[in-house]
């Protein structure tokens, strides 16, 4: 009984966890989420330039893309965090001020991007060869058969993995408090934190932990969804690439 009890009054002080709970939802949720998708909407068209070069033919083009990727895949998110947003903080705050909350969407589109490029790239060269050589056939050029051929047919196939990515990124947005956030730039993480060592007591910090909970559990099952979809076979209507229409259309 006394185990419950202590357990009960570091996790489940439930007036800790009212009074916590406005903050969480008009500023830390909000937060969190514009972290996530600031970040994946960025690190998406990092990514995607990542990928395309990364399948260039050419040395020059390829290496970078390469290097670029396993640098910031090799390093720990929370080193990157920090080397960008203090690193470039005395060159940027001439533009926003000390202001770190934007260097800490670049850190996180930064590394998005890395991941992103590899499920990019790897999605892209499922796609059958003879894909691009019948859109070559039909009068395409080579970047109009990656662009309109190739590549929707890549990205929707990894779509479970993009899925994903923005899973990752709701739950490394909370690595970004290490920069020193304002008080109304707060994510679920910090906020829960700065509460429990008010109280002291862990239980803003589990709603934090619920938060993060209902975000990233309901993406889980919609990866699990669209995973199911392309196993099956059964692409989304009108998601089918139409040579034909798309070389009419071309031409």
């Known amino acids: 009984m006394d185990i419950w009890s202590t ?46 070069l990364a399948l260039s033919t050419k040395p020059w083009l390829r290496w970078p893309a390469k290097i670029y990727t396993d640098i910031f895949r090799g390093l720990p998110a929370i080193l990157t965090i ?16 000390p202001n770190p909350y934007p260097l800490g969407i670049l850190a996180l ?18 796609v059958e060869k003879g894909q691009l050589e019948a859109a070559r056939a039909l009068g395409f050029s080579y970047p109009s ?13 990894v779509l479970p993995a993009l899925v994903n990515q923005f899973i990752a990124l709701v739950k490394e947005s909370s690595l970004v408090y290490f920069l020193g956030l304002l008080a109304s730039q707060r994510e679920l993480f910090r906020i829960g934190q700065d509460a429990a060592a008010t109280n002291g007591n862990l239980s803003p910090l589990l709603l934090a932990g619920i938060f993060y909970l209902s975000i990233t559990v309901p993406l889980t099952h919609l990866v699990n969804h669209f995973d199911k979809r392309l196993r099956e076979g059964r692409p989304t209507e009108n998601n089918d690439v139409k040579l034909e229409e798309l070389a009419h259309a071309n031409h």
Do not use: C
């Open 7 to 52: 357990l009960s009054d570091t996790f489940l002080d439930w007036e800790s966890m009212k009074a916590v709970l406005p903050e969480m939802l008009k500023v830390g949720l909000v937060n969190t989420l514009i972290l996530a998708a600031a970040s994946v909407v960025l690190g998406t068209v990092l990514g995607m330039i990542v990928a395309v």
């Open 145 to 157: 058969g990656m662009r309109l051929v190739v590549i929707p047919q890549g990205v929707r196939r």
């Open 82 to 97: 920090l080397l960008i947003g203090q690193g470039l903080s005395p060159i940027t705050r001439h533009w926003w001020g």
């Open 109 to 126: 589109s930064l590394i998005a991007a890395a991941y992103i490029g590899e499920i990019f790239r790897s999605g892209i060269q499922s």
